[in-house]
């Protein structure tokens, strides 16, 4: 999900939305011992608007076309230019929002959890845990559904 050399490695959808990018592209490459490092067949691009469920979503329908190309047309794979970015998978803890700068950063840090299989976006008020999905931008704020837990003592600081 991403212009290759550029995004290699883990999160992509989540690291470009984290880098404040609102385009991307789906890059179709050969699979060789080093992750994501293959020659490319094809690239098409993907807008990054939207939740990350509707972005997967988008980008279902751009991969199965590509299917269909590389099939039909069963084009040459060229090898990777430029220097390599990395990307990092994310981890849980890092869906915490506390520290967003704005309401556009809310935003994106809980539209690029929103998906099937990702732990939601989270702020820890007290004991409590609040996780929020289905985000949209306003003007002036971010709407929300929210779901309020009652934290593990635990994983409360002291």
């Given at each position: 999900m991403t212009d290759l050399p550029y995004g290699?490695?883990?999160s992509p959808l989540q690291n470009l939305i984290m880098s404040g990018h609102e385009n991307t592209?789906?890059?179709a490459l050969r699979c060789v011992e080093a992750l994501d490092a293959g020659p490319?067949?094809?690239k098409r691009p993907l807008n990054l608007n939207g939740g990350a469920e509707e972005i997967y979503?988008?980008?279902d329908r751009i991969v199965e076309s590509m299917i269909v190309t590389l099939i039909e047309e069963q084009p040459t794979a060229s090898p990777q230019v430029g220097e390599p970015t990395l990307f990092k998978r994310r981890r849980p803890e890092q869906g915490d929002w506390s520290?967003?700068?704005d309401l556009d950063r809310v935003f994106d840090r809980i539209r690029m959890l929103d998906a099937d299989g990702y732990p939601p976006a989270f702020i820890d008020v007290?004991?409590?845990r609040l996780t929020f999905t289905r985000a949209s931008r306003r003007t002036d704020a971010v709407l929300a559904d929210v779901r309020i837990t009652v934290r593990d003592p635990g994983d409360m600081d002291p």
């Open positions: 290699r490695g883990g592209v789906i890059s490319v067949y094809l979503l988008r980008a520290d967003a700068p007290g004991p409590f």
